[in-house]
């Protein structure tokens, strides 16, 4: 079986592979390459899922790594039931968004090269995801990064798309600081970095070592999943194709850093500290960028800024020890989230390009399958019940009243309302209403071919019935049942507060009203275009321009450096450093020069300088 | 001809160079054929040496010696091990690659030319497998004289200035270095009975306290300045942009390691217990070397200063992974000099092949490459990502390794959590090397083509293919598989540790007078 395993990355790694060597031949047909590479893909994941359904688990080990002294670690491979859930939905979704991509990249003068990232792509996540240590944990962690890269770049004549691309490098590195500090410091500590080793031994480790081994590796998580204080740069990369919004942005990469707290949580338990943190960090993330994503007028921006929100709500899960809650909504936000990206893919791509919301409207009436698909993903990213996010989320919320302080409840429901507000503002700003873009445009605003809209009603039947698996029952739900083996099923206890039925009621009433809010907003009366955007006090100022955060980094990090390296460069290396060492050369020679003129050539002066030096001698001789 | 295997790669080169110098004045390509060739030869052979390797012995291996100047002490030692062999390789290996490189490059005095390059390659390879003072001290020395011409005759319009500056400067410490050896000659032989020059029998010898001081400051010097580490640094990028690619590559590739490969084979072992008491202050410099080679690098407008400064940092790597005395550090250190050598040598190579069709290495000079050469762009993506130390690609499992060592190493340290501050603000080097990489990178292959000049830039050729693709072959292999390189060093790192460990606690027992930090940072190195 753990052969079979090896194959699931070595489908899309053929066809990376196939597209870079030949993609100059290949060009308009890479998609035959591509796509069925992750058909096989996703249909061997099932199959190991349903080898773990049965109740199996297995490891792998490929072949010895890096190896010096007693650092030992190989390729490995752990197959349980949060990475077989985890495989299924990124070959799944990235199948489904695969295919998607014929269709939007269709013409595109990268077509192989973008295939070459995806499939690439694909199996990074893939062997991240797969992953038996933390060594290959981190390597394919910084691999997504460098697709991540990539992808962003695409478009790499685009000063933004670069620029983009470069930041969301730097600023997962400066995650990545803290998150191979870690993995070190749990070298040093346990001996070993083995997921089932170090788990075992974890009592070993006291409390404070943990915490800091724990924080270290939330810096990663931070990075990675676009948490406060490193969220900069995902809004940013919806430079890149919108497939790739949906595939790394939404649905997969972004959420590694919720598996991999998921997956340490012994060691975050150790902690205790280091839970409360993760919460509270995904918590206001939570709220935080929601408010941002209330103002922004791009499509993808408000997408982008739901994303660093709804990963908020993972972690704070995770923070309150509800991982089977967490994981579960990040398979539900995959599919919602990747709904609602490739519909607005979809529909930037019906208008040329146009991604403005101030330029959009009136879209519904030509473009059905778009506007019904998309509002299935509102639906399920507001918690309107019986979508999957409803599910999901509600779970999260119920965990964080029981487990976690009120507070961070209350950010939470707060959250879920102001959800509802702006993700029916965009439903409402770009499918109804009277249109608002240029004549032209409209005039050829037209519905997306099959080969997009296909992968857009799958995954809204997705969101539609995967909250059944969510359903709570007398059994604890089975989505929990499932991946107990990895995370034990909390005890029955009774909190007390409110009943987990008043709980429903409140965040169904927090979704409904953010519904009903958006529409007296913005279907209640006219709309006009140029008041969408353009602030109307500080408050929304503030908001509208994501709290400043990129221009306080820019003051406080960016700029500074730079100060610092001219400095360096130019005064310092050239100044001094170098300086110095001319200076000697120079103190040699002129030195040198002055003893030249003792060189007269006379014999007369040497038999003087002889003389005079032979009297000092015996001078010197006598008064001793 | 296995007996003497050792010393057919160390002299083929000479040989061939004097082969070289018989040929016809006119016939250039017969020239450059026959160079190259000589150095692919002499690859081949010294492949016999990796084959031959016994993994399992830390000792020297291939030895040959006999009787050159027995009055003095002075013989004709060679042997190699675990150290040292991969740093023989990668001088061949990379020593072919440069003379493949430079054909179109280096288009008056050829003969001279390639005569130089396998001139040098013999003085390197020396340098390498030297196991007696005097005959490495020649040729440490020799080696310059090639070099010096290399920047001096073919290099850019600056050239006489940085060949002078790079030989005075790499003069100025090894002359230091002369007069340790000379002291450690008499205070041995004053100590033994026997004056000689064998490193063998010297490393067992335990040097006066005192003394030891100082001849360990001697060799450092020596070898910080070839290194270069912060301050002893400013000679490099002025001979890196002046040098011509070819020699560009084999500056970084190779000469460089010859002061981190001075550090392991001739500080540690010699002068243990210094070694260890003046570790903390190669720390410093070490990191000051990382952050502020990248700091300046951010900001170079010349590629090449912008490589040359990279070297500093990377370097800084190397040094600290050595001083850890970890098997992790050491093993890191030796691979990451091997890495430094394949993706530097690559980055110059690259940059050559853009010199070669702008005439220009300025940053500023390019822009929106990928659109025009892209086969040129996704090698360069490769090498730059291998540079910043992705996962994947050599320099990961250098820079991890040689971090880990420093981690192990704090956590045992005498000095208490502060310690820990070595491995964070190495780490914080990562980030600042992806910094400038990428942006680098970014200025030079995204965006609009912004110059005309641009326009009709031809894409790799297939000789500049067969120069780069076995280059990138290894920093795929290292990166993937490392274990067949790893493997070769571990044994010999091991063992060294052992010695330099069992030897600075023999020196302490014989110097009662110790303090006490130095008795717990001997004791506390790490066991691991």
Same mark, same amino acid.
């Given at each position: 079986?753990?052969?079979?395993?090896?194959?699931?990355?070595?489908?899309?790694?053929?066809?990376?592979?196939?597209?870079?060597?030949?993609?100059?031949?290949?060009?308009?047909?890479?998609?035959?390459?591509?796509?069925?590479?992750?058909?096989?893909?996703?249909?061997?994941?099932?199959?190991?899922?349903?080898?773990?359904?049965?109740?199996?688990?297995?490891?792998?080990?490929?072949?010895?790594?890096?190896?010096?002294?007693?650092?030992?670690?190989?390729?490995?491979?752990?197959?349980?039931?949060?990475?077989?859930?985890?495989?299924?939905?990124?070959?799944?979704?990235?199948?489904?968004?695969?295919?998607?991509?014929?269709?939007?990249?269709?013409?595109?003068?990268?077509?192989?090269?973008?295939?070459?990232?995806?499939?690439?792509?694909?199996?990074?996540?893939?062997?991240?995801?797969?992953?038996?240590?933390?060594?290959?944990?981190?390597?394919?962690?910084?691999?997504?990064?460098?697709?991540?890269?990539?992808?962003?770049?695409?478009?790499?004549?685009?000063?933004?798309?670069?620029?983009?691309?470069?930041?969301?490098?730097?600023?997962?590195?400066?995650?990545?600081?803290?998150?191979?500090?870690?993995?070190?410091?749990?070298?040093?500590?346990?001996?070993?970095?083995?997921?089932?080793?170090?788990?075992?031994?974890?009592?070993?480790?006291?409390?404070?070592?943990?915490?800091?081994?724990?924080?270290?590796?939330?810096?990663?998580?931070?990075?990675?999943?676009?948490?406060?204080?490193?969220?900069?740069?995902?809004?940013?990369?919806?430079?890149?194709?919108?497939?790739? %919004?949906?595939?790394?942005?939404?649905?997969?990469?972004?959420?590694?850093?919720?598996?991999?707290?998921?997956?340490?949580?012994?060691?975050?338990?150790?902690?205790?500290?280091?839970?409360?943190?993760?919460?509270?960090?995904?918590?206001?993330?939570?709220?935080?960028?929601?408010?941002?994503?209330?103002?922004?007028t791009d499509i993808?921006?408000?997408?982008?800024?739901?994303?660093? %929100?709804?990963?908020?709500?993972?972690?704070?899960?995770?923070?309150?020890?509800?991982?089977?809650?967490?994981?579960?909504?990040?398979?539900?936000?995959?599919?919602?989230?990747?709904?609602?990206?490739?519909?607005a893919?979809?529909v930037i791509?019906a208008q040329?390009?146009e991604q403005d919301l101030r330029k959009m409207g009136g879209l519904a009436?030509r473009m059905?399958?778009?506007t019904?698909?998309?509002?299935?993903?509102?639906?399920?990213?507001?918690?309107?019940?019986?979508?999957?996010?409803?599910?999901?989320?509600?779970?999260?919320?119920?965990?964080?009243?029981?487990?976690?302080?009120?507070?961070?409840?209350?950010?939470?429901?707060?959250?879920?309302?102001?959800?509802?507000?702006?993700?029916?503002?965009v439903v409402f700003l770009a499918f109804f209403g009277a249109p608002r873009m240029p004549?032209?445009v409209a005039?050829?605003v037209?519905?997306?071919?099959?080969?997009?809209?296909?992968?857009?009603?799958?995954?809204?039947?997705?969101?539609?019935?995967?909250?059944?698996?969510?359903?709570?029952?007398?059994?604890?739900?089975?989505?929990?049942?499932?991946? %107990?083996?990895?995370?034990?099923?909390?005890?029955?206890?009774?909190?007390?507060?409110?009943?987990?039925?008043?709980?429903?009621?409140? %965040?169904?009433?927090?979704?409904?009203?953010?519904?009903?809010?958006?529409?007296?907003?913005y279907?209640?009366?006219?709309v006009?275009a140029?008041?969408i955007?353009?602030?109307?006090?500080?408050?929304?100022?503030?908001?509208?321009?994501?709290?400043?955060?990129?221009?306080?980094?820019?003051?406080?990090?960016?700029?500074?450096?730079?100060?610092?390296?001219?400095?360096?460069?130019?005064?310092?290396?050239?100044?001094?450093?170098?300086?110095?060492?001319?200076?000697?050369?120079?103190?040699?020679?002129?030195?040198?020069?002055?003893?030249?003129?003792?060189?007269?050539?006379?014999?007369?002066?040497?038999?003087?300088?002889?003389?005079?030096?032979?009297?000092?001698?015996?001078?010197?001789?006598?008064?001793? | 001809?296995?007996?003497?295997?050792?010393?057919?790669?160390?002299?083929?080169?000479?040989?061939?160079?004097?082969?070289?110098?018989?040929?016809?004045?006119?016939?250039?390509?017969?020239?450059?054929?026959?160079?190259?060739?000589?150095?692919?030869?002499?690859?081949?052979?010294?492949?016999?040496?990796?084959?031959?390797?016994?993994?399992?012995?830390?000792?020297?291996?291939? #030895?040959?010696?006999?009787?050159?100047?027995?009055?003095?002490?002075?013989?004709?030692?060679?042997?190699?091990?675990?150290?040292?062999?991969?740093?023989?390789?990668?001088?061949?290996?990379?020593?072919?690659?440069?003379?493949? @490189?430079?054909?179109?490059?280096?288009?008056?005095?050829?003969?001279?030319?390639?005569?130089?390059?396998?001139?040098?390659?013999?003085?390197?390879?020396?340098?390498?497998?030297?196991?007696?003072?005097?005959?490495?001290?020649?040729?440490?020395?020799?080696?310059?004289?090639?070099?010096?011409?290399?920047?001096?005759?073919?290099?850019?319009?600056?050239?006489?200035?940085?060949?002078?500056?790079?030989?005075?400067? +790499?003069?100025?410490?090894?002359?230091?270095?002369?007069?340790?050896?000379?002291?450690?000659?008499?205070?041995?032989?004053?100590?033994?009975?026997?004056?000689?020059?064998?490193?063998?029998?010297?490393?067992?010898?335990?040097?006066?306290?005192?003394?030891?001081?100082?001849?360990?400051?001697?060799?450092?010097?020596?070898?910080?300045?070839?290194?270069?580490?912060?301050?002893?640094?400013?000679?490099?990028?002025?001979?890196?942009?002046?040098?011509?690619?070819?020699?560009?590559?084999?500056?970084?590739?190779?000469?460089?390691?010859?002061? +981190?490969?001075?550090?392991?084979?001739?500080?540690?072992?010699?002068?243990?217990?210094?070694?260890?008491?003046?570790?903390?202050?190669?720390?410093?410099?070490? /990191? #000051?070397?990382?952050?502020?080679?990248?700091?300046?690098?951010?900001?170079?407008?010349?590629?090449?200063?912008?490589?040359?400064?990279? @070297?500093?940092?990377?370097?800084?790597?190397?040094?600290?992974?050595?001083?850890?005395?970890?098997?992790?550090?050491?093993?890191?250190?030796?691979?990451?000099?091997?890495?430094?050598?394949?993706?530097?040598?690559?980055?110059?190579?690259?940059?050559? #092949?853009?010199?070669?069709?702008?005439? +220009?290495?300025?940053?500023?000079?390019?822009?929106?490459?990928?659109?025009?050469?892209?086969?040129?762009?996704?090698?360069?993506?490769?090498?730059?990502?291998?540079?910043?130390?992705?996962?994947?690609?050599?320099?990961?499992?250098?820079?991890?390794?040689?971090?880990?060592?420093?981690?192990?190493?704090?956590?045992?340290?005498?000095?208490?959590?502060?310690?820990?501050?070595?491995?964070? /603000?190495?780490?914080?080097?990562?980030?600042?090397?992806?910094?400038?990489?990428?942006?680098?990178?970014?200025?030079?292959?995204?965006?609009?083509?912004?110059?005309?000049?641009?326009?009709?830039?031809?894409? /790799?050729?297939?000789?500049?293919?067969?120069?780069?693709?076995?280059?990138?072959?290894?920093?795929?292999?290292?990166?993937?598989?490392?274990?067949?390189?790893?493997?070769?060093?571990?044994?010999?790192?091991?063992?060294?540790?052992?010695?330099?460990?069992?030897?600075?606690?023999?020196?302490?027992?014989?110097?009662?007078? #110790?303090?006490?930090?130095?008795?717990?940072?001997?004791?506390?190195?790490?066991?691991?």
């Amino acid at each position: 079986m753990s052969n079979i395993v090896w194959l699931i990355p070595l489908f899309p790694l053929l066809g990376t592979l196939l597209n870079a060597l030949f993609g100059r031949w290949i060009d308009r047909k890479a998609h035959w390459v591509a796509v069925p590479a992750l058909g096989c893909s996703f249909l061997l994941s099932c199959a190991v899922f349903l080898k773990v359904w049965q109740g199996e688990t297995f490891t792998g080990d490929l072949f010895p790594w890096i190896q010096a002294g007693s650092f030992r670690t190989s390729v490995t491979a752990l197959v349980d039931p949060l990475s077989a859930v985890m495989l299924l939905v990124v070959t799944g979704v990235g199948f489904l968004i695969h295919v998607y991509s014929v269709g939007y990249m269709h013409g595109d003068p990268g077509y192989a090269r973008f295939f070459t990232y995806l499939n690439f792509f694909v199996f990074s996540m893939v062997m991240l995801v797969l992953a038996g240590n933390f060594l290959v944990l981190y390597v394919f962690w910084e691999a997504v990064g460098l697709c991540s890269y990539l992808l962003i770049g695409f478009w790499y004549t685009r000063r933004s798309a670069a620029d983009a691309g470069k930041k969301a490098f730097i600023v997962n590195r400066v995650g990545d600081f803290g998150f191979g500090l870690g993995v070190m410091y749990l070298w040093v500590a346990l001996g070993t970095l083995d997921y089932g080793e170090v788990f075992a031994r974890i009592g070993a480790l006291s409390p404070t070592t943990a915490t800091v081994i724990a924080l270290l590796l939330f810096m990663g998580a931070c990075g990675k999943s676009a948490q406060l204080p490193l969220h900069t740069w995902l809004p940013d990369a919806m430079e890149g194709p919108t497939p790739v %919004s949906a595939l790394i942005h939404a649905a997969t990469m972004v959420t590694a850093g919720v598996y991999m707290v998921a997956r340490s949580h012994a060691l975050f338990e150790r902690s205790g500290v280091a839970l409360d943190v993760v919460a509270w960090v995904g918590g206001i993330t939570a709220l935080f960028a929601a408010t941002i994503a209330l103002a922004q007028t791009d499509i993808k921006r408000v997408l982008a800024y739901s994303t660093i %929100s709804q990963l908020g709500y993972m972690f704070a899960g995770v923070g309150v020890g509800a991982y089977a809650a967490a994981i579960f909504h990040l398979v539900t936000h995959a599919f919602f989230k990747a709904l609602l990206f490739l519909g607005a893919g979809s529909v930037i791509h019906a208008q040329a390009g146009e991604q403005d919301l101030r330029k959009m409207g009136g879209l519904a009436p030509r473009m059905m399958a778009t506007t019904v698909t998309f509002l299935v993903g509102a639906a399920g990213l507001a918690g309107l019940p019986p979508f999957a996010g409803f599910f999901s989320k509600d779970e999260i919320l119920a965990s964080s009243y029981h487990r976690g302080p009120l507070a961070l409840w209350a950010l939470l429901l707060i959250g879920a309302f102001l959800t509802a507000v702006y993700v029916f503002r965009v439903v409402f700003l770009a499918f109804f209403g009277a249109p608002r873009m240029p004549k032209e445009v409209a005039q050829h605003v037209h519905e997306s071919p099959l080969v997009m809209t296909v992968p857009l009603g799958v995954l809204a039947l997705l969101t539609a019935v995967a909250g059944a698996v969510g359903i709570p029952s007398a059994h604890g739900m089975a989505f929990a049942r499932f991946v %107990s083996p990895v995370f034990p099923l909390p005890e029955g206890v009774d909190h007390g507060g409110l009943s987990a039925y008043a709980l429903l009621v409140l %965040s169904v009433v927090a979704a409904t009203a953010g519904v009903l809010l958006a529409w007296l907003v913005y279907r209640g009366r006219p709309v006009r275009a140029e008041a969408i955007g353009r602030p109307r006090n500080r408050l929304h100022a503030l908001v509208l321009n994501k709290y400043y955060v990129d221009e306080l980094y820019d003051a406080v990090f960016v700029r500074p450096t730079l100060r610092a390296a001219g400095f360096c460069a130019r005064t310092l290396d050239l100044g001094v450093v170098d300086g110095a060492v001319n200076g000697v050369g120079r103190l040699v020679v002129g030195w040198a020069r002055s003893m030249r003129a003792l060189q007269t050539g006379y014999v007369m002066n040497y038999a003087m300088a002889t003389l005079a030096g032979a009297v000092a001698i015996v001078g010197f001789l006598l008064w001793r | 001809m296995m007996g003497h295997v050792l010393s057919i790669v160390t002299f083929l080169p000479a040989l061939g160079a004097v082969g070289v110098a018989l040929l016809p004045r006119g016939r250039a390509a017969l020239v450059r054929w026959c160079g190259f060739l000589v150095a692919a030869a002499t690859f081949a052979v010294s492949l016999l040496l990796y084959v031959g390797f016994d993994a399992r012995d830390p000792g020297y291996q291939f #030895v040959e010696q006999a009787r050159w100047m027995p009055s003095f002490g002075i013989s004709y030692h060679l042997g190699i091990d675990g150290i040292s062999l991969l740093l023989v390789l990668l001088t061949t290996f990379l020593s072919a690659v440069a003379l493949l @490189s430079s054909w179109r490059a280096i288009e008056g005095r050829v003969k001279e030319f390639a005569v130089s390059m396998l001139f040098l390659e013999t003085g390197m390879l020396g340098v390498f497998v030297s196991l007696d003072l005097f005959l490495f001290y020649v040729f440490w020395e020799a080696m310059l004289i090639p070099m010096y011409l290399v920047i001096g005759v073919w290099g850019g319009p600056a050239r006489i200035y940085a060949a002078i500056k790079f030989i005075l400067y +790499t003069l100025a410490g090894s002359v230091l270095m002369l007069v340790a050896i000379l002291v450690l000659y008499f205070q041995h032989g004053g100590a033994t009975g026997n004056y000689t020059f064998d490193l063998p029998v010297l490393a067992r010898y335990v040097v006066p306290r005192g003394v030891e001081v100082w001849l360990f400051l001697a060799f450092a010097l020596a070898f910080a300045i070839k290194v270069p580490m912060f301050p002893f640094h400013t000679w490099l990028p002025d001979a890196h942009v002046e040098a011509p690619t070819a020699g560009s590559v084999l500056l970084a590739g190779v000469l460089l390691k010859m002061g +981190t490969y001075g550090f392991l084979r001739f500080c540690l072992p010699l002068f243990p217990a210094a070694s260890l008491a003046f570790a903390p202050w190669i720390f410093a410099l070490a /990191l #000051v070397g990382i952050i502020y080679g990248a700091w300046v690098s951010m900001v170079q407008p010349d590629l090449k200063k912008l490589v040359a400064y990279s @070297s500093v940092s990377h370097l800084g790597f190397v040094v600290l992974g050595l001083f850890t005395l970890t098997p992790q550090g050491l093993v890191g250190g030796i691979i990451q000099m091997v890495n430094h050598g394949l993706s530097t040598g690559a980055l110059f190579l690259l940059v050559g #092949v853009l010199y070669e069709r702008r005439h +220009t290495r300025l940053i500023a000079d390019f822009g929106g490459l990928w659109k025009v050469v892209p086969a040129f762009s996704v090698l360069f993506l490769i090498v730059s990502l291998s540079s910043l130390g992705l996962p994947g690609l050599n320099g990961f499992v250098g820079e991890f390794l040689i971090l880990v060592g420093a981690f192990a190493w704090a956590s045992q340290a005498a000095a208490g959590p502060s310690a820990y501050l070595v491995p964070v /603000l190495a780490s914080s080097g990562i980030i600042f090397a992806a910094i400038y990489m990428l942006w680098m990178y970014q200025r030079v292959c995204f965006g609009e083509i912004a110059h005309d000049a641009n326009r009709g830039l031809r894409d /790799l050729t297939p000789r500049e293919w067969a120069v780069l693709l076995p280059v990138l072959l290894f920093i795929f292999w290292i990166g993937v598989y490392p274990r067949p390189f790893t493997g070769m060093t571990e044994a010999s790192a091991q063992a060294l540790i052992a010695q330099v460990r069992s030897k600075a606690a023999a020196a302490a027992a014989a110097h009662p007078r #110790v303090s006490r930090a130095d008795g717990e940072a001997i004791a506390g190195v790490g066991g691991r």
